[in-house]
């Protein structure tokens, strides 16, 4: 009979220990884990209108999902053009007024590829107009 009730206590403690474990997995925030994080400067693109102190943040589409284009500058001085997908990325003006805009590119296990983009205030606007130069 001392066998059977300690069967019964032994079943209860295992029970009450995976809906413990159930209810912490349920409500505790999915892990985010970061692969890397690099920060680069944000680049400039003139235009016959803005030659200068000025960068230029495009959106585009890739299959019908919006993208930031973007260019940044490497610690040796190469320019490269990059790309985020919209979602994964967030914007904030909060960059001095004569700093650099940079951005923080980085990888997460739930997002993919993301970025945080750092310029300064009033560089988001609505409509924009990008008067290329041609290049013969």
């Known amino acids: 009979m001392k066998f ?14 995976m809906f413990l474990i159930m209810g912490v997995a349920h409500v505790a925030p999915p892990i985010n884990f970061t692969f890397y994080s690099n920060e680069y400067e944000l680049v400039a693109i003139n235009n016959s209108t803005q030659t ?7 959106c585009g ?10 260019y940044t500058r490497d610690k040796d001085g ?22 650099t805009p940079y951005v923080i590119l980085y990888e997460t296990l739930t997002s993919g590829p993301a970025a945080k983009f750092h ?11 990008l008067d290329v130069r041609q290049v013969k």
């Open 61 to 70: 589409t890739i299959d019908e999902e919006a993208v930031f284009y973007f």
């Open 52 to 58: 200068s102190g000025h960068f230029f943040l495009g």
């Open 4 to 17: 059977l009730g300690f069967i019964v206590i032994a079943l209860f403690i295992i029970i009450m220990f």
């Open 78 to 99: 190469a320019i490269k053009l990059r790309d985020r997908v919209a979602q994964f990325c967030t914007v904030y003006e909060d960059v001095p007024e004569g700093e």
């Open 119 to 129: 310029v300064p205030k009033g560089s988001v606007v609505q409509n924009f107009t």
